[in-house]
């Protein structure tokens, strides 16, 4: 669809000669940003000639080739965000719009947070003066709550469309009707992999299909209107979406299995990278395993492989001599900031770094100088049941699409390798694509944001795929017990709306809203601050025992909850010392976001008129049952209750058997009865109480779902709460 395919053209643009945003003035013709050598450059001129032409421009393209990075910066350049305006870019994952703001200020050689910044959950750098914002999918949904048509931005690019991130495939369709709203506004999608023909459909809103018809159907209809014909065209986009595909340079990368799966892929996975090291060819090595945990597992095990093997300039007596020593190294979302720039580096000389990272690795961040891929084909996933209401997290196997993208990142340099731990045939076996995020949620958040967006009739808003029905009626009978919407099905006053305004997931802002009545608003605010922001405990490799003892000196009978509330007022009383947080194991960058996340929802409620603005949040001072009870008023859709300890026969007679609990609450279809315990990370899970609320489940490989955030409460309030729910209980 586009004019030019200038390939080998050095780039000219002038002043007043490039692609602009309408009535810009002329372009600075100093600036270069960017980094010239990445594939995407190439695609420039015709990138902006799209974008500045149509509506909807998808960009499909390897990871890696700078569509993330680089498209801003041209679009920047271009004078898209003269004006006032802003260009946006989201990103599914916190860590990328972090990490990525920070890589594009770099390049462009300026600090992070004035003209590049980023806006995560209870996180942001920005200023006045921001042009670029990278911000999660999230994010940008809230903003809409202020601004439904974004009114801030000239270009909005949707980035890693193709991991259908529930809150991409949101923001999509809500796009999409801000787009008819605005003709002014570009919509850049882009892709790893080919979504493109689907995406194309979706937005394509041209009458005819084609764009000369439908500039000459508008253009006799403006002329019938009696308006300027010229005038028509320049404000009109084509409303056809163009697609550009960005050659990368990749090399081919040879994929090896397993003759005979392996038992345990953790381990698995350290000697495979332990057996490619001792080849002794060059190359950085990238392994992909599920989860933190086992992250921290594996470089532990490498290090001591690390040591063990010595290198970099030979091996003690009687070991070998490898050229390369290895550096083990770890990559995940709650990585303290530090540890992640190391990822980045290039190795030093004679060093060989070996990356154990979670799916944060496979297309949102790029690391350069990686030759091999070991990947465990497994990933951590959201599930849903509709009939249980129970959404968990689960190691899932992976699908091949995504393992196409895994393997991929070993070809960036030079042909490169990637080992599967499976079997052919097994691979074979596993699902083609991954199914999006919207398809195993529970929508109970999507359908409180979409209404307060005053989209009243949810089951017709127009999705690029629809979600389950049933996991919609679900949404809504769960919004319907919490109060958040009335019988019609309209959001209501005191519950829905205000808990609309809060940036938390309905559970925990059904919680905070409640205390206000227990008079615990100034506890419960620090509790949903400290379970909404992710890692704050931050275990390092290796020092699991000691951490947890760390973790029992703050450890209350009630549950976590209580728990962090004990954590935050250490945390106080230490002069909120980052040395401090580190002797304990907790993520200092997670206490601070808390604190911000606490003083943004105190600023929310007092804005909207739920606490008054000039006295001090109340407090329950030394008595725990208010906050109790307000985490119960949240989460009594989430509580079980204790049923008998199983013990397994064959263990020692020490063992404390397994707790079982059983979910509270009614449900109209009969399931097979689901095992819950209680996670190990909370602190009563050798505890049994009679009756608990939990803030998520886990699905260990076992099949035992696992609570964590766990608190202890008393049956009858979950009675009181939501009597229509609840049997009373025996
Ligand atoms: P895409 O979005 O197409 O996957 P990106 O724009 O994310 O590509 O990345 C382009 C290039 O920039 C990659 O080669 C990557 O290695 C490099 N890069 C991105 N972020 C960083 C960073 N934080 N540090 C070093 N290099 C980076
Ligand atoms: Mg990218």
Redesign the pocket.
């Known amino acids: 669809a586009s004019d030019s395919d200038d390939d080998d053209e050095a780039e000219d643009w002038g002043p007043g000669q490039g692609p602009r945003g309408p009535d810009l003035p002329p372009m600075n013709p100093t600036y270069r940003y960017g ?1 010239p050598s ?1 594939p ?1 450059g190439r695609y420039r001129r015709q990138i902006l000639w799209l974008v500045e032409n149509h509506a909807v421009t998808i960009i499909v ?10 498209v801003p910066q041209f679009l920047l350049e271009a004078g898209w965000a003269e004006s006032g305006y802003a260009i946006a870019c989201t990103q599914p994952r916190r860590v990328a719009a972090s ?2 703001a ?2 594009v200020a770099e390049e462009m050689g300026v600090s992070l947070g004035v003209e590049v910044g980023y806006a995560v959950r209870f996180d942001n750098a920005i200023s006045e003066r921001t042009r670029i914002k990278y911000l999660t999918d999230g994010v940008l949904l809230r903003e809409m709550m202020d601004d439904p048509l974004l009114t801030q931005y000239s270009v909005i690019m949707v ?1 890693e469309a193709h991991e259908r991130s529930l809150a991409t495939d949101m923001l999509l369709g809500l796009l999409k009707k801000v787009l008819k709203r605005r003709p002014d506004l570009r919509l850049i999608i ?1 892709s ?1 992999t080919l979504e493109a023909g689907k995406l194309r459909d979706f937005f394509d809103t041209s009458t005819s299909g084609s764009t000369a018809r439908r500039r000459a159907a508008l253009a006799a209809a403006a002329a019938a209107a009696g308006a300027g014909v010229g005038g028509v065209a320049c404000s009109e986009p084509d409303r056809t979406p163009a697609v550009v595909t960005v050659e990368g340079r990749t090399h081919p990368v040879q994929v090896h299995y397993l003759q005979q799966p392996a038992a345990d892929y953790v381990t698995a996975a350290v000697s495979a990278a332990v057996d490619i090291h001792c080849e002794d060819l060059p190359g950085d090595i990238l392994i992909f395993l599920t989860g933190q945990d086992e992250v921290q597992t594996a470089v532990a095990q490498l290090e001591e492989h690390s040591r063990r093997l010595g290198g970099g300039g030979g091996g003690g007596p009687g070991r070998p001599s490898y050229s390369l020593r290895m550096m083990p190294l770890p990559l995940y979302a709650g990585l303290p900031g530090a540890a992640q720039s190391a990822v ?1 580096r290039p190795a030093p000389r004679g060093v060989r770094k070996v990356v154990a990272a979670t799916n944060i690795a496979e ?1 949102s ?4 100088g990686v030759v091999y891929v070991v990947d465990c084909c497994f990933v951590k996933q959201r599930a849903y049941n509709p009939l249980t209401g129970l959404e968990s997290l689960l190691v899932a196997p992976l699908s091949q699409a995504s393992a196409a993208q895994r393997a991929g990142r070993a070809g960036r340099v030079r042909a490169g390798h990637c080992f599967r731990l499976c079997r052919e045939q097994d691979f074979a076996q596993l699902p083609k694509v991954t199914v999006p995020e919207m398809q195993r949620s529970n929508l109970v958040g999507m359908v409180l944001q979409l209404k307060s967006l005053g989209i009243d009739n949810v089951m017709r808003f127009e999705w690029l795929a629809p979600p389950p029905a049933e996991a919609m009626v679900r949404a809504l009978e769960e919004l319907h017990a919490l109060r958040v919407l009335d019988d019609d099905a309209r959001l209501t006053k005191d519950v829905g709306l205000a808990l609309a305004a809060l940036p938390l997931d309905p559970s925990l802002g059904a919680a905070l809203l409640a205390s206000r009545q227990l008079g615990c608003v100034e506890e419960l605010l620090t509790v949903v601050a400290l379970m909404s922001v992710p890692h704050v405990w931050a275990p390092a490799a290796g020092s699991l025992r000691a951490a947890d003892e760390a973790k029992a000196k703050f450890a209350a009978v009630e549950g976590d909850g209580v728990t962090m509330l004990n954590v935050h007022q250490a945390w106080r009383s230490s002069g909120r010392s980052s040395a401090w947080a580190g002797r304990h194991f907790l993520n200092a960058s997670s206490l601070y976001r808390a604190d911000e996340a606490r003083d943004q929802l105190l600023g929310l409620l007092r804005r909207h008129g739920l606490l008054p603005a000039n006295t001090p949040p109340p407090s329950c001072g030394t008595d725990m049952e208010p906050v109790c009870r307000a985490l119960a008023a949240g989460q009594f859709m989430a509580a079980a209750v204790y049923e008998g300890t199983q013990y397994n026969p064959l263990a020692a007679e020490s063992d404390p058997g397994v707790h079982v609990y059983r979910l509270v609450r009614y449900t109209a279809h009969k399931t097979a009865p689901l095992k819950l315990r209680i996670h190990n990370s909370s602190v009563l899970w050798r505890s049994a109480p009679p009756c608990v609320v939990y803030r998520s489940v886990q699905q260990a490989d076992s099949g035992w779902y696992e609570m964590q955030g766990v608190t202890a409460v008393r049956p009858e309030w979950l009675v009181e709460l939501a009597p229509h729910m609840f049997h009373r209980p025996k």
Do not use: I, N, P
């Not at 393209?61 to 680089?70: F, I, L, V």
């Not at 961040?365 to 350069?368: D, H």
């Open positions: 980094d990445l995407v393209g390897e990871t890696g080739s700078g569509k993330t990075t680089q990490t990525v920070a890589r980035d882009s790893a980045f297309t961040l790029t690391l350069e």
